[in-house]
């Protein structure tokens, strides 16, 4: 049951998949290159610790495919959510996407926060 809708581009056509239905990765890149319309997005929650500011602590973080924000047209507050090339390329540097609540609690809403360096299970 929705209490209200989720704040993001057009709500009433997200379509969940459980971990139970499983999609090869040749489906899901065929679903989200030839049905333009079918918006795949990929999220998997994990338990994290995250060490920034010499401080460490235990969180619940999400690995998310670079077309996540795009897909439900969300924007960051400040700095810049994922991009597509973010996860395409081989290598490419490691970006993190903090929530609002997480940025307020951690940081105290410090702006300066864009481009530090924040490790999660030891990545930098």
């Known amino acids: 049951m929705m209490l209200r809708a989720l ?3 057009n709500p009433g056509q997200l379509v969940a ?3 139970s239905q499983r999609f ?20 998997f929650t994990i338990p994290a610790s995250m060490s920034a500011d010499g401080q460490t602590e235990r969180i619940s973080a999400e690995l998310v495919s670079g077309n996540y924000f795009q897909v439900l047209g969300v924007n960051a507050l ?3 959510t994922l991009m597509p090339d973010d996860t395409r390329v081989p290598g490419a540097q490691p970006v993190v996407v903090l929530s609002n609540g997480f940025w307020k609690r951690r940081f105290g809403s410090d702006p300066g926060i ?11």
């Open 24 to 43: 090869s990765y040749p489906c899901t890149r065929i679903c989200a290159t030839e049905h333009g319309a079918l918006g795949l997005l990929c999220r």
């Open 114 to 124: 864009v481009g530090k360096t924040i490790r999660v299970d030891g990545i930098r």
């Open 17 to 19: 998949f459980n971990h």
């Open 7 to 9: 704040p993001v581009k």
């Open 78 to 80: 400040i700095g810049r």
